[in-house]
């Protein structure tokens, strides 16, 4: 592991950006690393099919930097997921985490995600199976239950399956999954969080590594949390304002603050852009992940809508980041009146 640092144990915290649909690809990754250096980061979910009959480099590339870094998998077969998890580790990845969480209908229709909390003895041998093959810790990312399911049977029986079979830690989701009738966004919303059932599977396994997910929103919380449990995986909070991942290495790892501003993290990204500008990707691939790196300073609004329209522009470069940087860093420079200002947000 290229920073040597050794992902699980217990009594020794971890921050973790959670695997994010559309969200945590790796450009994404690379950017949130100039925050931290020590926050655990994940992939996407990507299913086994992806890897073993679709682009696999496409899927599994990532840059030394992102390390330590994860790859979340999709699937529920074991002999799949032991040939993917071959690949993921032969990549060089930090750690496999299985998704036996995610709600959406095409994850249902491939019987794997949270459907997968109905089948605890399969989730069991997909664990099992990908240990078989890997030196790389194994891990699992579940909810608390999923429709009408008894809350505290249905995680104790997953994860009695997933120990059994060799799991290096568990990644709790706090709420209930409700497969019918209601959307993967309302699922991250609509059903309670009971942070309570998770810091009582810890004090039942007090040497087994365990962290919470769903709704965290500060490093506050993640802190309180902290007091419970081993790790806080936080989701759309890091991504929608990833400034606040530069305070994770001093308040949570209590390693040397980053004692850049965002401004200086944002241009230590610069090289980074450069070199995906010069592989032909598009400006607007990468600066989709930084929209929120200003939330609530003044000239946030023209910055966003700085990198939204122009990085779209076909050829752009990093002369519309600097223009954007400017809006952020002298916004009175910019000139925008408050008549502008209002039209401005209401395209973003």
């Known amino acids: 592991m290229e920073n040597k640092q050794k992902l699980y144990e217990v009594g020794q915290p971890v921050f973790s950006v959670a695997p994010m649909l559309d969200w945590t690809d790796r ?29 696999a480099p496409r899927h599994l590339d990532f ?19 032991m040939k993917a998890a071959r690949m993921v580790a032969e990549w060089g990845y930090d750690e496999i985490n299985l998704n036996v969480g995610c709600p959406s209908d095409r994850v249902q229709n491939g019987r794997f995600g949270a459907c997968l909390m109905l089948e605890p003895k399969l989730v069991g041998e997909c664990i099992a199976a990908m240990k078989e093959v890997v030196d790389i810790p194994v891990t699992t990312k579940c909810r608390i239950g ?16 997933v120990l059994d079979a060799g799991t290096d830690a568990i990644w709790v989701h706090a709420r ?3 497969l019918k009738g209601l959307s993967p966004k309302e699922n991250r919303d609509i059903p309670p969080l009971n942070y309570e059932l998770v810091y009582a599977l810890k004090k039942q396994n ?18 309180q949390h902290l007091k419970h449990l081993d790790g806080v995986m936080v989701g759309r909070a890091a991504y929608q304002s990833p400034a606040m991942m530069a305070h994770v290495d001093e308040r949570i790892y209590e390693a040397c ?30 600066t989709r992940h930084m929209l929120g790196s200003y939330q609530g300073v ?17 050829g752009a470069g990093l002369e519309v980041l600097e223009e954007a940087l400017e809006a952020v860093e002298r916004p009175a420079s910019i000139g925008y009146g408050v008549e502008e200002q209002e039209d401005i947000l209401a395209t973003l």
């Not at 994404?28 to 099919?49: D, N, P, V, W």
């Not at 840059?63 to 997921?81: F, I, M, N, R, T």
């Open 27 to 55: 450009h994404c990754r690379a950017f949130h690393r100039q925050f931290s250096r020590k926050a655990l980061l994940y992939t996407e979910m990507i299913t086994t099919g992806a890897l073993l009959y679709g682009d």
């Open 298 to 314: 003044p000239g946030a609004r023209h910055f966003r809508r700085i990198l939204t329209v122009g990085a779209n522009k076909a």
């Open 176 to 178: 209930k999954a409700w």
């Open 63 to 81: 840059g030394k930097s992102e390390h330590p870094v994860a790859c979340q998998l999709g699937g529920s077969d074991p002999k799949d997921l």
């Open 146 to 161: 999923v429709d009408d399911q008894n809350e505290e049977e249905a995680l104790a029986a997953l994860v009695e399956e």
């Open 206 to 223: 007090p040497d087994v590594f365990i962290g919470v997910n769903g709704g965290i929103k500060t490093l506050e919380e993640c802190e």
């Open 257 to 286: 603050p980053n004692e850049n501003s965002t401004a200086q993290s944002i241009r230590e990204y610069i090289p980074y852009i450069e070199a995906e500008l010069a592989r032909g990707t598009r400006l607007s691939h990468i």
